[in-house]
Structures are given as structure tokens and as C-alpha cells.
């Protein structure tokens, strides 16, 4: 289930997914300022916390490389003069330096070399293609990128169905393609084709040591995607995998160790997303001393930025605030100083900058999260304006800057944040049903902060779009049926209040009968079905 990292708690924690990581333990909540003192529940309250959730960057994918990008033709193909290689060779070193504009400005020249002097399905050709999709997608043009990276594919399988000669090459385009497709939120198509490249380099390792480091490559975007559909045990076993073959590489070639760091910095985050701290924490710390020993390196050094990222978020799940906010710190500082030199940096800065915020919430350091919500969502509303991909992350910062508004009690500033939230929400669950279950977190919110602020009529249309909602994913999944008692429960107070009491009992009274269900198999319940059945007599005497 996709869902947005938010503010919107209650009293049963859930694990977290591709957009929705677990994090450490929340501000205590706020409880609904009551008009009558029935209204204040320690068990079962309207709450508003800012979030459990501690976000992480999503965890690395390889960065094209020599061993991912393709340079030079095959001895069979026609000769390709020493320039045009030349520029090949030059776009990969710019891109692997950061500068992506200047790699596809080279790339489009051996594309517009390619074009007038090969025909179309030329092998070569295909190489140009398979490398120009990687730089397009570098700038922001994903679906420009998308489409060459299919046409790669197209031709490298009829390539490889002729020759088995060209499979590494089928298996590099559909590595490309599966990277695109998992930048674009695309994860069930991202992991078609890269679970096919991880099929094909494995058969091939099999005879050929030397295309290990493509199944590595592989691997670990499998990893990515199986992430991003939440199946968080498979993905931890594929990034296992990729770790074993990085280490057996780096034993020889120390080239690969920037890769066996950023594996490890995946299995570290996964193990997060799985509420594993303690098995996360070794992998991140190993991963933080190899990309620190050569911080000199720029790669190196934006590796670093984001292990100390989730290591941050690794401390804070383990209650370790403090360490917590040192490391997203030094992240923050780190991808500072990347950002003045590479604009594509820009994401992890923000993510840093998200991932501070939670530590200072965690410490009480309310004013100061509140700062930097709002300069991660400052910067994510100008990712968005050339990366639609964007939108769930500008989702889940405006959520935050409303969570950190309503900690400081500052109702009527967070409406704004909380209505554009709910907005930008809508329109992603439009086109994806998984973010169903983020439109009615976010729409729960918009009521209680409508509430807090009197706004009685204006809280019943989200109310009740949110009980609507819950209603159909509990039928969907009975683990949230505690999430319906509280949308039954806070209806029943926007309608009392709005002096309509038959219609008040009749939805607290059915979150009473779904928590005396709840409670016959989990005790913590019990004190909420008391509270409930203070709050009727109260009602009763009305």
C-alpha cells in the first residue's frame, strides 16, 4: 500500500513503506481541545504528532558507470571513427563527475553522428540510445529518456535473439529501463525489467565472472522496486545478494567500494523499513567509515551524506536522539556544499534536511524542525516544476510543515498547508489508488485542525470523507479497524457540536462496538471502550 510519511497517528504503529518510512518515537500528541473534559481520552483521542515516520533517502541505486553505460562497439561492427568514441567516452566521465547537462550534450552528438551514418536497429546505435536515456533522465527529462530506453531494448533483443553474444547488452538496456521506470514510481514495471537483467547476468555469471558486477548492479535495483511495492523482505534479500558479490569484488578491484558502501547503505535502510535498527546499524556503520576514508572523492563524499542519513534515522528508531541529530547534520552540511557544485544534489539535500527535522521534533527543538520542513518543501516545489516524479515527496513535506505548525499550536497557519496537502494527495490517488489510504490520513488531519479552530461546518465535508475512506480500506484490511473506530469517533464530535446528537451517538457508539471487537483479543483496548462509554452517558444526560 503506497503511502505518504505524515503526522497522523494513533495508537498502533504500522510499518512504513517506499514513501512511508518508520522513524522513532513522536512528540507526545496532542490531544483535541475539549469543550467538555469527556472529550480527552488517553487511549483513543483525536491526535495530532508530528511524525513517527523518519524519512531516508531512498537507498542508492549504482551510479552508471563504465560497468552499466556503454562505451565502445564490438570488433564485428562497422568501425566507428576515434571521435565519435571520444565522445562517448567523455560523456560517461562527465556524468560520472556530476555534470549531466554536459554528458548529454556530448551524447547528442554521437546520437546525431549515429543517426545519419547507421541504420536505425545498428547495434551500436542502440548503445548510443541506452546511455542517452541514462543523461536524459539525469536532467529531468524522464519521459523523453523512457521512450529511447525502450527503443534500447527493442533492438538489443532482437540482437540477442540472433547472437547470444549481445545478452550483456540486453541485460545493461533493461537495467537502464528498470532504473528509469523505479525514478518514475513505476515499480511494478521496474521490477519486470530488472528482475529480467538480474535472470540474464545470472545465467551469464555462471560461465563469466566478469559480468558479476552488472548482477550486483541488478540486484540491487530489484531491490529498489521490490521496495517500492513493500515487499520489504524480498527486496532485503536481493540487496544481501548484491552486498556478497560487491564484497567478493572489492577483495580484488578496491574500485568497487564505493559500490559495496552504497549496498550497504541499502541493506542498512531496508533493515529500517523492516524495524530492524540493531541489524541496520552495523551495515551503516560500516558503510559510513568506507565512504568517509575517501570523502576526498565527490562520489564518495554524496555516499557519505546519505549513509549518515540513514544512520541518523537508524539512531533515532533505537531512541538515540542526539546521535541522531549529529549525524543529519553532518548530512546536511555535507550535501550543502555538493549542491553549490551539482544542482542534482538537490533531492538528498532535502532529504537531509527532512531527516534533521525529525530529530530536532524528537528533542523538543519545535522552532527550529519547523525551519527546516520548510526549507526541504521550499526546495521540493522546485524539483516538482521539472520532475513530476516529485509530487509524493512535495506531499509529504507540506505535511510536515502543517504537522510542525499544529506541535507549536498554530491551528489557523496550518490550515493552508494542510488543505494543500490534501489537494496534492487527491490528485495522486486519482491516478493511483495505493495513495488512498494517505488521502484519508491527510483529510483526517484538515478535520481536526478545522475543529481546533471551531470550524464545525467546514470540518464535516473532510470528516466525512475520511470515515468514507477508512470504511473501504478496513473492509479491504481489518488491521485498520482501530483507524475507523477514530474516524467514527471524531465524526461523532464534529456532529455534537454541530448540534445533531442522534447522529453523534449512532457513530460513537459503532466506534464503541468495533473497539469491544478489538478488545476481546487485545487488551490495550479495554481503557478506550471505558472512555467511550463515560463519553455516552455524558451525551446521555444531554
Not at 105 to 121: G, T
Not at 264 to 286: F, I, K, M, S
Not at 441 to 468: G, K, R, W, Y
Request: hydrophobic share 45%.
Amino acid at each position: 500500500m503506497q503511502r505518504l510519511r505524515g503526522w497522523a497517528h494513533h495508537n498502533q504503529n504500522r510499518k512504513g513503506t517506499a514513501t512511508m518510512e518508520k522513524g522513532f518515537t513522536p512528540m507526545a500528541p496532542h490531544h483535541l481541545r475539549s469543550r467538555s473534559p469527556w472529550l480527552i481520552s488517553t487511549t483513543l483521542a483525536l491526535l495530532i504528532g508530528v511524525p513517527a515516520q523518519a524519512l531516508q533517502p531512498l537507498p542508492s541505486r549504482p551510479t552508471p558507470s563504465s560497468s552499466s553505460l556503454q562505451a565502445t562497439a564490438k570488433p564485428e561492427e562497422i568501425k566507428i571513427p576515434d571521435e565519435v568514441v571520444s565522445w562517448v567516452d567523455e560523456a560517461i566521465s562527465a556524468y560520472q563527475k556530476g555534470d549531466a547537462a554536459e554528458a548529454l550534450q556530448l551524447q547528442l552528438k554521437v546520437m546525431e553522428w549515429a543517426n545519419a551514418r547507421l541504420d536505425p536497429a545498428h547495434p551500436f546505435r542502440a548503445r548510443v540510445l541506452n546511455n542517452l536515456s541514462a543523461f536524459l533522465s539525469a536532467v529531468g527529462r524522464r519521459e523523453e529518456a523512457l521512450s529511447l530506453s525502450k527503443e534500447a531494448v527493442a533492438f538489443r533483443r532482437i540482437h540477442a535473439k540472433n547472437d547470444p553474444a549481445y545478452l550483456p547488452d540486453l541485460g545493461l538496456a533493461l537495467f537502464t529501463l528498470g532504473t528509469l521506470l523505479g525514478d518514475m514510481g513505476r515499480h511494478q514495471e521496474a521490477l519486470a525489467a530488472t528482475t529480467e537483467s538480474v535472470n540474464i547476468f545470472s545465467n551469464l555469471a555462471k560461465t563469466n565472472p566478469l559480468v558479476k558486477a552488472n548482477l550486483a548492479d541488478a540486484l540491487i535495483n530489484q531491490g529498489m522496486a521490490l521496495r517500492g511495492l513493500d515487499r520489504h523482505e524480498e527486496a532485503l534479500a536481493s540487496t544481501e545478494k548484491a552486498v556478497t558479490h560487491y564484497r567478493e569484488l572489492a577483495k580484488t578491484n578496491p574500485a568497487y567500494l564505493v559500490d559495496l558502501s552504497s549496498a550497504l547503505n541499502n541493506l542498512g535502510a531496508q533493515n529500517n523499513d523492516l524495524g530492524r535498527p540493531a541489524q541496520a546499524l552495523p551495515a551503516l556503520l560500516e558503510a559510513v567509515k568506507m565512504s568517509r576514508a575517501k570523502s576526498n572523492e565527490p562520489n564518495h563524499l554524496a555516499l557519505l551524506g546519505d549513509c549518515l542519513v540513514n544512520l541518523g534515522t537508524t539512531y533515532g528508531l533505537m531512541g538515540r536522539l542526539k546521535e541522531s541529530l549529529t549525524s543529519t547534520d553532518e548530512a546536511v552540511n555535507i550535501h550543502r556544499e555538493l549542491v553549490k557544485a551539482n544542482s542534482a544534489q538537490l533531492p538528498h539535500l532535502a532529504k537531509a534536511i527532512e531527516n534533521k527535522a525529525i530529530a530536532l521534533r524528537g528533542l523538543g527543538r519545535r522552532e527550529e524542525a519547523l525551519q527546516h520542513s520548510q526549507e526541504a518543501l521550499t526546495i521540493y516545489r522546485e524539483l516538482v516544476k521539472t520532475n513530476p516524479s516529485a509530487t509524493a515527496d512535495l506531499a509529504w513535506a507540506v505535511i510536515n510543515v502543517g504537522g510542525d505548525l499544529v506541535s507549536l499550536n498554530r491551528y489557523q497557519d496550518a490550515l493552508a498547508p494542510s488543505e494543500e496537502a490534501a489537494k496534492v494527495v487527491r490528485k495522486l490517488a486519482e491516478s493511483n489508488p495505493a495513495y488512498l489510504e494517505s488521502l484519508a490520513m491527510v483529510l483526517s488531519n484538515l478535520s481536526v485542525i478545522q475543529i481546533e479552530l471551531d470550524h464545525f461546518e467546514q470540518a464535516l465535508a473532510p470528516t466525512q470523507e475520511a470515515l468514507n475512506l477508512i470504511r473501504q480500506l478496513a473492509k479491504l484490511n481489518p488491521a485498520g479497524l482501530d483507524d475507523l473506530a477514530m474516524a467514527l469517533l471524531r465524526m461523532g464530535v464534529v456532529q455534537w457540536f454541530l448540534k445533531h446528537p442522534e447522529a453523534a451517538r449512532s457513530h460513537i457508539e459503532e466506534a464503541r462496538s468495533i473497539l469491544r471487537t478489538l478488545a476481546a483479543t487485545n487488551p490495550k483496548y479495554l481503557e478506550a471502550v471505558q472512555n467511550i462509554n463515560n463519553l455516552l452517558q455524558e451525551l446521555n444526560r444531554r
